[in-house]
């Protein structure tokens, strides 16, 4: 009885606890239209990507003002508790600097890219994923790609504020019709931290190429904070953890007490 009260009361614990990671990854299949910037479709290439694409995902399929946004998932969930700002080098206070794209860079279909005045592109192409208080960004990985060749780029970082988690300077981004057409980044133990940037270096491109470079399959997740047990749990395993020290000092006791009366008789003998 005691023994499964006790798992009774571990169940209601472990039940009581969030689920541990969650991950969603941007596939960017969906803009605005660029007439009224109020109807969502399927990407075009040239669009502006959505500026709230990618905040507090909750399935694969998000309703927004104007249509729906989609989104793919790694196996762990989604990111409910992220908030994303997506920006260029080239960016002021109403426009991101980045454009989306349908195809062409290596083998990815809808990309975003680092766009600036004119036909130029700009140096540098950020992704910044904050997670709400209590909680950790987990980077898992992203793909790039160069527009139908491939080129080598000044660098790829994450950042968790001054502290440099990943670096790597002169990067091979695939994207030619032989070989690898794209190149990914997988971090097998996730770059995590409450605030994330992402950042992918252009600066040595010529800035009518630095556009000829996209990303794409951004994915990330979200821990959340140590758990709490609720107090009507707390209170519950408390009791179990004191109901299994009261069975073991009775359990004890007990054995003493039938020690001491088999040795009864053994010592009365002997007296006599």
Known sequence: MRRVLFRVVMVAFLAALPALSQATIFLFDQARDAGT??????????????????????GAVVAVPGGVFTYGDGGEGFTPDVSVDIFSAAAT??????????????????VIYADGPGTSGARLLSVRLVAAPGYVVDLYGFVL??????????????LAGATTLFHEANV??????TGPRHTAFVFATPLSAPDL???????????GIQDNVAMDSIRFGQTPPAAVPEPATAVLLLAGLALTAGARQWRSGHRRTSLDRRALPVVAEAAV
Not at 41 to 56: E, M, N, V
């Open 197 to 207: 940037l992402l950042e992918v270096d252009l600066s040595n491109l010529g800035s």
């Open 93 to 110: 206070a109403t426009d991101s600097g980045v454009n989306l794209w349908q195809s062409g860079y290596g083998d990815l279909v809808n």
């Open 172 to 177: 091979l981004v695939q994207g030619d019709l």
């Open 145 to 158: 790609a160069g527009f139908g060749r491939d080129y080598v780029i000044a660098g790829v970082s994450v």
């Open 37 to 58: 910037v109020s109807a969502v479709g399927p990407t075009s290439s040239g669009g502006r990507y959505p500026a709230d694409y990618g905040d507090q995902v909750t």
